[in-house]
C-alpha cells in the first residue's frame, strides 16, 4: 500500500510538472531566442474582477476569507463590507470610469477599497505612503482623481498640501479617521442594487488600476491595467504553483501580504490569493526586524518577498551567531548547506549523484544548530518562497534551499501585471528568473533585450502614447528595457539594465547590475552604485548598513556613536566591504571587475531622493549627489 501511495504520488507530480507545454525557439545558429508557454487558466470571459468577491460568498459563504489580527473575515462579511464602502463611493460621486487614488501601507483596508472601487465602477490609482506632496500632486492631476484615501494624518496632509493649488480639490477620506465607516454611512441609504448595476457595467477591458511607475528616471507614468490583465496574471499563477505546493506540502496554503499594496507585485499576490481562496494576512512593514515577529505569529506556509527580506533574515542570522562566539560555526553552516543544495539539486534534475553520506551528516548536524532556527524565524511551517523586484544571490539562493526552503524567483514589470516568468515548482534552477508564466512568451532581441507578449501586457501609459509607442512599437511584443538570455530549456536570466549599460573607455560593456546585486547581498554594504562609463575601470560608491555597523562596533567592543566619517577610512571595516566587493568579482571578468571603492557617509534612501518607493538606486540623482567622491576614485 504504501509503495502504491509513493507511486501515486510520484505520478501526480509528473503530471503538475508537465502542465503548460513550453515551447522553444531557435535562430539559425541554435541560440535559444523565444520561448512560448500555453496558459493554464482560461482568460476572464466576462465581467471583472469585481465579481470574485460575491462569487467566493455564493460558494461558501462562512469560508475564511482573509484573516485580520487574532480573528477571521468571511467571504460573506468581506462581500458585505465592499459593497458598503461601494455604496458610500456612488453616494460621493464617483461615476462609472471614475479614478480613486489609495495613500496607505498594507492593511486589511487596502484590500476593501480595492474591491469596493472596482464595485463601484471605478479605476484604483495606488500611491506610495511615503510619497512627496509633489509625487502626490502629479499622480493625483495626472490620473485625474477626484477622490482619494490616506492611511494617516500625515498622508492626508501631503494630499493637502500637494494638491492645494488645483482647481477642483479632490475629497479625502483617512482611514486612521474611520474611513470605512464614513463612506459605509455615506452609502447606507442606496440599495445594494446600485452595486451590483456598476459591477455589470464592466467588462474584461475595463481598466482596473493606473500603477504609477516608481520613476528611476523621471516622471512617473501610469500604467493602466485591465480586468483582463490582472485575472490573467493572478489565475494562471495560481494554477501554476497552488497545486503543486499543496500536493508537495499537504498543507492548506497561507501567507502573509506585507509588500506594499501600491506596488503591483503585492497587488496581484493578493488577487491570487482571494482567487485561490488561499488565507492571506495583512502586515504594514517590510522592515525584517518588524516582520519576523509577525511571521512567526502567523506561520504562513509560503511568503512572496524582495531579495533585500532574504539578505536580511541571513545577515540577522549570522550576527547573532557572531555575537555569541558561533560565527565560525555559522559559516561552516552555510558553505554546508550551499554545497548540500547544490548536490541535492543536480539530483533532483538529473544532472547528479546528489549528497554523499558525509555531506548528508553535515547537514543534519547544521539542521539541528543552524537551519532549524531560520525556518523558525520565518514561522516554521514555511517550504516555499518566491523572490521578485531584483536578482536574488545565487548563494544565498542555495543556503536557503539548504535551509529547507526553496526559494522560486520570478521576473516582470509593472507593465507586466508583475511576474512575466517564475522558476517552475518542481523544476528549481537558482541563478535564473524561470520560464513564462502560462499563456505568456519570451523573447530575445538581437541587442539582447528582453521582450514580453501576453495577456498580462498593459496597453498604454496613461496620457502618454510616445512613450507607449516607444516601448508597445504596434507588433505586440513588450520591450521590457532589461537584457537578458534563454538557455536550453527556456529559462531566462537577467543581465542587467539596457540604459544602465557602462561602457568604459577601453570599450568594454559592463553591466552593473551583476556586480551591484551581488554586492548588496554581504554585509555590511547597505546600498552601492557601480560606475566606470567612459573611464578606465570599473568602480562602486558603497554606503554601510546602519545595522550591520552596530553590530560590527558591538563585536570590538567599540562606542556604539563612533562617527561615520571615521569608520569610512578604518581598514578593519574596508577589509570587510573588501570581501563584498571580491564576492561580486567572481561573477564577472577581470575587465568587468570593481578595482576601486569609496566608502560614502549617509544612505541612498528614498527620503532623501536617492532610492524609489520600490528600493531601486536613481543612478542619475546618486551620481549627482556624490560627483566629488566619484572624481576622487579616479585621481588616485
Known sequence: MGVRSDLERARRRTDLAARGRIDVVRDGNGVVREVRRERLAAPLAGGSLADLPFTNAAADPRATAVRRGAGTVTAADFAAQVTAVAKGLIAAGLEPGGRVALMSRTRYEWTVLDFAIWSAGGVSVPVYPTSSAEQVEWIVRDSGARHVVTETPENTATVTTGTAGHPRLPRVWELDANALAELGALGADLPDEAVAERRAGLTPGSTATICYTSGTT???????????????????????????????????????????????????????????????????????????????????????????????????????????????????????????????????????????????????????????????????????????????????????????????????LTETSAAATIVPPLAPRPGTVGQPIPGTAVRIADDGEVLVRGPVVFGSYWNNPAATTEVLPGDGWFATGDLGAL?????????????????????????????????????????????????????????????????????????????????????????????????????????????????????????????????????????????EAIEALYRK
Open 487 to 627: 538557455d536550453a530549456d527556456g529559462y531566462l536570466t537577467i543581465t542587467g539594465r539596457k540604459k544602465d549599460l557602462i561602457v568604459t573607455s577601453g570599450g568594454k560593456n559592463v553591466s552593473p547590475a551583476v556586480l551591484e546585486d551581488r554586492l548588496r547581498s554581504r554585509a555590511p554594504v547597505g546600498q552601492c552604485l557601480v560606475v566606470g562609463d567612459n573611464r578606465p575601470f570599473v568602480a562602486a560608491l558603497i554606503t554601510l548598513d546602519p545595522e550591520a555597523v552596530a553590530h560590527w562596533l558591538s563585536v570590538r567592543k567599540l562606542p556604539p556613536d563612533t562617527p561615520l566619517a571615521g569608520l569610512v577610512r578604518d581598514d578593519r571595516l574596508r577589509a570587510e566591504v573588501q570581501k563584498a566587493v571580491d564576492h561580486a568579482n567572481a561573477a564577472v571578468s577581470r575587465a568587468e571587475s570593481i578595482r576601486a571603492f569609496a566608502l560614502v557617509e549617509g544612505e541612498f534612501t528614498e527620503a532623501n531622493g536617492l532610492l524609489t518607493p520600490s528600493l531601486k538606486v536613481k543612478r542619475h540623482a546618486v551620481t549627482a549627489r556624490y560627483a
Open 218 to 412: 523621471g516622471r512617473p507614468k501610469g500604467c493602466v491595467l485591465t480586468h483582463a490583465n490582472l485575472h490573467a496574471e493572478a489565475a494562471n499563477t495560481v494554477e501554476l504553483l497552488h497545486p503543486v505546493f499543496q500536493e508537495v506540502t499537504g498543507q492548506r496554503a497561507a501567507t502573509l501580504l506585507f509588500l506594499p499594496l501600491a506596488h503591483i507585485l503585492g497587488r496581484t499576490l493578493q488577487l491570487a490569493c482571494l482567487m485561490g481562496r488561499i488565507e492571506i494576512g495583512h502586515f504594514p512593514s517590510v522592515s525584517p526586524d518588524e516582520l519576523r515577529p509577525a511571521l512567526r505569529e502567523f506561520r504562513p506556509t509560503f511568503l512572496v518577498g524582495v531579495p533585500y527580506l532574504f539578505e536580511k533574515i541571513h545577515d540577522t542570522a549570522r550576527a547573532t551567531a557572531e555575537r555569541i562566539g558561533r560565527a565560525a560555526s555559522f559559516d561552516r553552516a552555510e558553505r554546508v548547506g550551499t554545497r548540500f543544495a547544490e548536490a541535492h539539486l543536480n539530483r533532483f534534475l538529473g544532472t547528479g549523484k546528489g549528497p554523499g553520506l558525509g555531506l548528508h551528516a553535515a547537514w543534519a548536524l547544521y539542521d539541528l544548530l543552524v537551519y532549524r532556527r531560520i525556518r523558525g524565524e520565518l514561522g516554521g511551517r514555511m517550504r516555499y518562497a518566491v523572490s521578485g523586484g531584483s536578482p536574488l544571490d545565487r548563494n544565498l539562493n542555495l543556503f536557503f534551499h539548504g535551509a529547507g526552503i526553496v526559494v522560486y524567483e520570478g521576473y516582470g
